[in-house]
């Protein structure tokens, strides 16, 4: 099972609506949580990390919260844009080692 | 850019082929990983090298064989790959491996074999 997961798997919405993605991990002992973007064909590109004493963290109209008790964290896009079209990955580090677990991504598709 | 520049952006090769992947980071950094992504799959860990030194090798066929002359430098030779093999392969690098901190991407080489 992997250590990280991501819902929902795929999402359309339209331009100028918001919308959430959530993440639920097991990764332990926890060490930060990063969200990606990734546009098809690319590298991901981090969009915000959070420690354990984070809460809530904003990029723009991205804003990434992390409940570290519950081990969950959303991704909040506001008034979504076309170019927010790609897949938005959470990835999760364990303290002390150079292990990444990464979710399968959400796939949002923005359309006009 | 994310200061990660890998080359080539898109490769086709036989399965009989020799050639391989180039990696470079103007970061600094300490680290660099090997990631395959393959469609509707998490991004699996390949290899990690630490001031040049391989310190993590997870299971990859030895069809992948990586090469790291330097910090900055990072090299993926394939040979006689299978079709299963075609994925987008990702370089990253970071600061300290063992503290995770945020790993940089590159844009990725988008492999398919035929």
């Known amino acids: 099972k992997n250590q990280v997961e991501q819902s929902p798997q795929s999402l359309i919405i339209l331009e100028g609506k918001n919308c959430t993605l959530q993440?639920?991990?097991?990764?332990?002992?926890?060490?930060?949580l990063r969200w990606y973007k990734q546009d098809t064909g690319r590298g991901p590109v981090s969009l915000t990390i959070?420690?354990?004493?984070?809460n809530t963290k904003s990029n723009g109209r991205y804003t990434a919260t992390l409940d570290a008790d519950t081990k969950q964290s959303s991704l909040h896009i506001t008034a979504s844009q076309l170019s927010d079209s790609a897949s938005y990955i959470c990835?999760?580090?364990?303290?002390?080692?150079?292990?990444?677990?990464f979710g399968k991504g959400n796939q949002v598709v923005v359309i006009p | 850019e994310t200061g990660v520049t890998q080359t080539p952006r898109h490769l086709v090769m036989g399965m009989t082929n020799k050639k391989s992947l180039k990696c470079e980071q103007h970061?600094?950094?300490?680290?660099m990983y090997w990631y395959k992504q393959s469609a509707k799959k998490p991004l699996e860990l390949m290899f990690v090298?630490?001031?040049?030194?391989?310190?993590e090798n997870n299971s990859v066929p030895s069809r992948f064989s990586p090469e790291c002359p330097n910090s900055s430098h990072l090299f993926l030779h394939l040979h006689t790959l299978q079709p299963e093999d075609s994925a987008l392969y990702l370089c990253?690098?970071?600061?300290?491996?063992?503290?995770?901190?945020?790993?940089?991407f590159g844009q990725g080489t988008r492999l398919t074999v035929v």
């Open positions: 990253a690098s970071s600061q300290d491996p063992l503290r995770g901190t945020e790993a940089f």
């Open positions: 993440c639920n991990y097991t990764v332990s002992p926890f060490s930060n």
């Open positions: 959070m420690t354990f004493s984070e």
């Open positions: 990835v999760v580090s364990a303290y002390g080692n150079n292990r990444l677990a």
């Open positions: 970061l600094g950094h300490n680290a």
């Open positions: 090298y630490n001031f040049k030194e391989q310190t």
